[in-house]
């Protein structure tokens, strides 16, 4: 089914009439922030059956096409469904979408009140009780799925660390752009995957996160987003809970910037899961790291090929370098600070000196844009449309910085590159020969590692400056 551009609320009370008989009629719709590869929209359903009223708050979840590694819609709805009639705390699904709907692949279940957005959670003193007890319920109710029979379930991919490492290499070498990080990160999991897990492959959510998560002032009400499940390692669940870019900033709290480790493990263990150790968490959190980096990839291409146009997939291309600084931390130690042989000459904004253009700059222009959408535009929107105008408001902070040091950035790469390989050849060339050394099974040397961190350190001047601040 393909996806229409906008979700009616005739549409909507006819399709929940066909599926839940009655009548309806639909009001209160609208789309829900964040999701930067699938559509969720918030509304009302209203019947009346024997003179008694009746609403039902609902959510449509929807994308706009198959992604790698993701279930489809259907295996979803049957997958919630399952684990919710387990015990798991899921949301009520009440239907699947048909063709004839006309609102495209995906289904509708019950909405739950509650708070996602993760910077909340971790600031706002409505869920400052909470905090301290995110982790063990993530405990708990991670025990709860992976003792799932996974032979009550629709059919889902069994996916052990050999076969996701082979699934991510695959995108990386499709994208054709060159991440020598990466190659470090491929090399090091193929060198340490763990043993399959005792009793066999495990359900596993795939997508188990801060973020994922409906909480209250009590703690989590419900666990979202199961289109990445599958069978395989239970500690796969919490490595990915542990990726710093799941800890919204709070770095100092391992398990999604609300708690410790062995907090989490402890309520685990009580609660009846097994087979799960902290090296296997660390294993699975530097898988991760990568796979959030390739996912970022991913996003970033669809808005570039015109698949899904968004401001927010374009500047997931951006936290690549991100993944790459917490993969070299977690894989060769923290970061020893830049290397003299590296550093940067002190670098001035490009002056625009040498310009037919008449002033302001090129610069001075997108200031201006990027001050009209913090000072007009933010204040005055809230939901989706307030989120995006931060994210274009952080690229246009990224392009001021581009505009003004990046060519010095990218001819010191350069040079220093050319040096460390032997040859001269443009940035692509040289990038793509060091990425292509570490494949191939080049030592890991020092000056090997301090190139590829120094590469990444010029690329987080531009895109973020403050992300090798220590935490």
């Given at each position: ?10 549409k ?16 209160g ?12 929209w ?23 096409g198959?992604?790698?590694g993701?279930i489809?819609r ?13 015990g798991?705390p899921?949301p009520?699904?009440?239907?699947l979408l048909e063709?004839?709907?006309?609102l ?14 993760a910077?909340?959670i971790?600031r ?9 007890l ?10 709860l799925i ?19 490492i082979?699934q991510?290499?695959?995108l ?14 491929f090399?090091?999991?193929e060198?340490?995957?763990?043993e ?16 994922n ?9 419900s666990?979202?987003?199961w ?16 990726v710093?870019s799941w ?22 263990n ?33 808005h570039?090929?015109?698949i ?8 997931l291309?951006r ?15 923290d ?10 000459p ?12 008449d ?6 222009l997108v ?19 307030s ?27 350069r040079?220093h ?13 040289l ?11 080049a030592?890991?040397?020092?000056p090997?590692?301090?190139a ?9 001047l ?5 992300y090798?601040?220590?935490?």
């Open positions: 089914m393909s996806r229409p551009n906008s979700v009616e609320a005739e909507l009370a006819r399709c929940t009439a066909r599926a839940l008989g009655g009548e309806y009629t639909v009001d719709v609208r789309r829900l922030s964040g999701g930067a590869s699938r559509e969720t918030a509304f009302d359903a209203h019947s009346t059956l024997d003179g008694v009223a009746a609403t039902e708050h609902l959510v449509l979840r929807r994308d706009p198959a992604s790698s993701q489809g259907s295996t979803e709805f049957l997958l919630l469904d399952a684990v919710g009639r387990a798991a899921v009520l699904v009440r239907f063709a004839d709907d006309a495209g692949d995906g289904f509708v279940m019950e909405r739950i009140e509650g708070e996602t957005i910077r909340r971790l706002d003193e409505e869920y400052a009780h909470a905090r301290p995110l982790a063990a319920q993530c405990g708990e109710i991670a025990a992976h003792a799932i029979d996974t032979a009550g379930l629709p059919h889902l991919d069994v996916l052990g660390p050999h076969e996701q082979a991510y290499r695959s990386v070498e499709a994208f054709g752009e060159a991440h020598p990080a990466f190659e470090l990160a090399r090091w999991l060198s340490h995957a763990p399959a897990p005792a009793g066999g492959p495990r359900l596993v959510h795939g997508d188990f996160r801060n973020g998560f409906i909480v209250g002032p009590e703690g989590i009400r666990v979202l987003d289109e990445l499940s599958h069978l395989g390692d239970p500690a796969e669940d919490f490595g990915w809970l542990c710093r800890r919204f900033g709070v770095n100092d709290k391992l398990v999604g910037g609300f708690g410790d480790l062995e907090d989490l493990l402890t309520a685990y009580a609660a009846g899961g097994t087979g799960v150790d902290a090296e296997r968490v660390r294993y699975w959190e530097i898988f991760g790291t990568l796979k959030w980096g390739v996912i970022c990839q991913m996003q970033c291409a669809s570039v090929h015109g899904v146009r968004s401001v927010e997939n374009a500047m291309g936290r690549v370098a991100e993944t790459e600084w917490d993969l070299l931390n977690l894989i060769t130690g970061d020893p600070g830049p290397d003299p042989t590296w550093s940067l002190a670098l001035a904004a490009n002056s625009s000196s040498l310009t037919i253009h002033s302001p700059s090129a610069q001075l200031e201006a844009v990027r001050e009209f959408l913090e000072k007009d535009v933010m204040p005055n929107t809230e939901g989706r449309i989120f995006h105008a931060r994210v274009a408001s952080n690229a246009l902070r990224m392009v001021e910085r581009e505009l003004g040091i990046g060519h010095d950035v990218n001819e010191h790469a040079t590159l050319a040096t460390l390989l032997g040859f001269d050849a443009p940035l692509a060339d990038l793509q020969a060091l990425a292509a050394s570490i494949r191939n099974g030592d890991h040397d020092a090997t590692i301090t590829v961190r120094e590469l990444v350190r010029a690329k987080l531009v895109s973020d400056p403050t090798t601040d220590p935490t």
